[in-house]
């Protein structure tokens, strides 16, 4: 079974500047998550995503970033613009269903000079 | 006060030792814990998932929950070099909707 793909793995960009985050889940996962985990820290919810709706945007931060999951499958997560604590490594987990187990991709690492 | 707080370490422990993690918390709605290890550069994968109160053991791992000190162990027997990673812990009050902790860093010596 293939995991969680997530792409680039790295993107280095200057503040103010905008940048795309791709991801796909595992084939017939209906839930999908985004992380954000700064340097020394836990994974911080996002958004969560069950099939193309949206269950809890609650943590994002909806002034720059944003994010879809068009026909339930794959998703991005934009930011627009970027700013110096954006700095982090953004995490796409996916789930069978609302509440199972979460298997978590390899994570984009973001730098924002 | 943090939510989730864990010991960031750096841990390091020789082969063959038995391995103590720890994580308290402040939410006493919490009653769904979970421990994650996340090798450098990799996503977080899931070790053990409890509920409530008590103890689980899968291998050589065993989850502990104290609901009433609010502490939550993870405890590695027999480690080995490939259990070097960071552990996270993460809880929640309704199964879903998780708070994960900073992670401890663990070295495992040959």
């Known amino acids: 079974e293939a995991g969680v793909a997530q792409s680039p793995r790295y993107k280095i960009i200057e503040k103010r500047q905008s940048v795309a985050f791709w991801c796909n889940p595992i084939?017939?996962?209906?839930?999908l998550y985004w992380y954000q985990q700064i340097l020394g820290q836990g994974p911080k919810l996002l958004i969560q995503?069950?099939?193309?709706?949206?269950?809890?945007d609650s943590q994002l931060p909806k002034d720059r970033f944003s994010a879809e999951r068009l026909k339930g499958v794959d998703s991005t997560l934009k930011i627009q613009p970027a700013k110096l604590e954006d700095s982090a490594v953004y995490l796409c987990?996916?789930?069978?269903?609302?509440?199972?187990?979460?298997?978590f991709g390899p994570g984009t690492r973001l730098t924002v000079l | 006060q943090k939510e989730v707080e864990q010991d960031p370490g750096p841990l390091s422990v020789p082969e063959g030792a038995i391995v103590s993690l720890n994580c308290t918390y402040s939410?006493?709605?919490?009653?769904?814990f979970m421990w994650y290890r996340q090798y450098s550069r990799k996503g977080p994968e899931l070790l053990m998932y409890?509920?409530?109160?008590g103890n689980k053991e899968d291998g050589r791992f065993t989850a502990q929950v104290d609901k009433s000190s609010k502490y939550i162990s993870l405890f590695i027997r027999d480690s080995q070099p490939s259990d070097s990673a960071t552990y996270l812990c993460?809880?929640?009050?309704?199964?879903?909707?998780?708070?994960f902790g900073p992670g401890t860093r663990l070295s495992v010596l040959p």
């Open positions: 995503f069950q099939n193309n709706g949206v269950v809890d």
């Open positions: 409890t509920y409530s109160s």
């Open positions: 084939s017939g996962h209906a839930t």
């Open positions: 939410n006493s709605a919490f009653q769904y």
């Open positions: 993460a809880m929640s009050n309704d199964g879903q909707n998780f708070v």
């Open positions: 987990a996916s789930s069978l269903a609302f509440g199972d187990e979460q298997f």
